[in-house]
C-alpha cells in the first residue's frame, strides 16, 4: 500500500478544501477519491481537512488525528448524512494476537494498535456531537 500522489478531481465543487492539493496515500484511498468525485448521491468530499484531537495511550498527550475523508451523501430517502471514514487494511483494525516471544515488531504493532484505538474513539465522538458517523473501511468494504 506505498501507493502515494496527487488527486485531481473531475468535480472539484464538490471537494471540501483546496482541490488542487488532494494527497492519497494508498490506492485503496485513490479508488475511493475517484467513486466520490463522480457519484451523484455524494454532495461533498474532504480528505484530511478535519483535525480531530486525541490523547495518546502511548505518552499521556494530545495530538492531531487527520481522518481519511468526510463525506456527505444523498440517501435514498432523500435525507443527507454525514459519514467520517478511515481506510485501514483488515489486520489494523484489530489488536494484534498476543505473542509467546515479544519482539521489536509486536511491540511497535501494539503501540499502533492503541494509538488508532485511541484516535477512532475521539472520532467516535467526534462524530457523536455532531450527528455524523464514523466508519472503518477495509478490503472487504472495499471490496478488494
Not at 500500500?1 to 472539484?12: D, E, H, K, L, V
Request: hydrophobic share 30%.
Amino acid at each position: 500500500m506505498a501507493y502515494s500522489g496527487r488527486f485531481t478531481p473531475s468535480n472539484p465543487q464538490k471537494y471540501v478544501g483546496d482541490y488542487k492539493n488532494i494527497i492519497y496515500r494508498s490506492s485503496w484511498e485513490c479508488r475511493l477519491m475517484t467513486h466520490f468525485d463522480k457519484a451523484d448521491y455524494i454532495i461533498s468530499w474532504s480528505s484530511e481537512e478535519i483535525i480531530v484531537p486525541y490523547k495518546s495511550p502511548v505518552d499521556g498527550k494530545w495530538h492531531r488525528y487527520f481522518p481519511d475523508f468526510v463525506v456527505k451523501s444523498k440517501t435514498k430517502d432523500g435525507t443527507t448524512k454525514t459519514l467520517m471514514i478511515e481506510v485501514k487494511p483488515a489486520k489494523q483494525t484489530k489488536p494484534p494476537e498476543p505473542k509467546k516471544r515479544v519482539t521489536r515488531q509486536y511491540i511497535n504493532e501494539v503501540v499502533t494498535w492503541s494509538i488508532n484505538e485511541a484516535k477512532w474513539l475521539a472520532a467516535k465522538e467526534y462524530c457523536a456531537d455532531r450527528g455524523w458517523e464514523f466508519q472503518l473501511m477495509t478490503e472487504k468494504e472495499l471490496g478488494l
